[in-house]
C-alpha cells in the first residue's frame, strides 16, 4: 500500500506532462488529482468510468438503472464545447495509469440557465472532490455568463443534498415527481 506522500510522488511527475489547462488539487486525505476540462482522448476512460460505479452510483447519475453505457450516451455525454456544454474531470495516477475518478459538467437550457450534474467513483467519496470539481463547474458558469445553475436529483441522494447545501444551493421538492429534488444556485 502505497503512503500518501509515496502517491503523491509518483503521480506528479506524469501530471506535470499535461498541457493546457489543468489543476493539481489535494483531497481531504492529502492525496493529489489532477482536474482538467474533459477532452475527446478521454471517451474510453469515461465508458470505463461509468462501467465502474456500483449500480448506485450509476442510477443516482442517470436517475435510472444503466448497466452498459451505449454510444449514444457516451456521444451525449462526450459533446462538450466548455461554453454551452462543459465538463470537468478528475484523474488519478495508479499503477502506471491516469484513472477518471470523478466528473462534473453542466449543460445550457435556457439562456441563462444550465443544469448541472457531478459524480465521483464509490472508492473516492468523502475526499472532497465532489466540492473540488463543483468548485470548477461553477466558476465556468459565470465565466460563460451563466445566472442560474440547477440539478433534478433523486430525493434519497444525501450526498447530492449535503454537497448541494455546503455549496449554498437551494433545494426544494420536484413539483412534477415527489421522489426527487431540485437543487438550484443563483451565480
Known amino acids: 500500500m ?5 502517491h503523491n510522488d509518483r503521480a506528479a511527475a506524469v501530471y506535470a506532462t499535461h498541457h493546457g489547462q ?8 492529502g492525496r493529489h488529482v489532477l482536474i482538467r476540462p474533459l477532452a475527446e482522448k478521454d471517451r474510453e476512460r ?3 468510468f461509468i462501467k465502474r460505479l456500483s449500480p448506485e452510483s450509476r442510477h443516482m447519475r442517470f436517475l435510472a438503472q444503466i448497466s452498459e453505457p451505449g454510444t449514444a450516451l457516451l456521444d451525449q ?3 462538450i464545447d466548455q461554453k454551452q456544454r462543459a465538463a470537468f ?11 477518471e475518478i470523478g466528473i462534473s459538467r453542466y449543460a445550457a437550457t435556457a439562456e441563462k440557465e444550465c443544469e448541472f ?3 465521483v467513483a464509490d472508492e473516492w467519496a468523502h475526499l472532497g472532490l465532489a466540492t473540488l470539481l463543483m468548485e470548477h463547474l461553477i466558476k465556468a ?5 451563466f445566472r442560474r445553475l440547477y440539478s433534478v436529483d433523486s430525493a434519497s441522494n ?3 443534498r449535503e454537497l448541494a447545501k455546503a455549496l449554498g444551493f437551494e433545494t426544494h421538492s420536484d413539483p412534477d415527481d415527489s421522489h426527487q429534488v431540485i437543487h438550484r444556485l443563483f451565480l
Open 117 to 119: 450534474a457531478v459524480t
Open 141 to 145: 458558469a459565470r465565466q460563460n455568463n
Open 89 to 99: 474531470i478528475a484523474l488519478v495516477h495508479e499503477n502506471g495509469e491516469l484513472i
Open 158 to 160: 444525501t450526498g447530492m
Open 2 to 6: 502505497l503512503t500518501v506522500k509515496d
Open 22 to 29: 489543468y489543476w493539481i488539487e489535494s483531497l481531504k486525505d
Open 46 to 48: 469515461e465508458y470505463a
Open 77 to 79: 455525454l462526450m459533446d
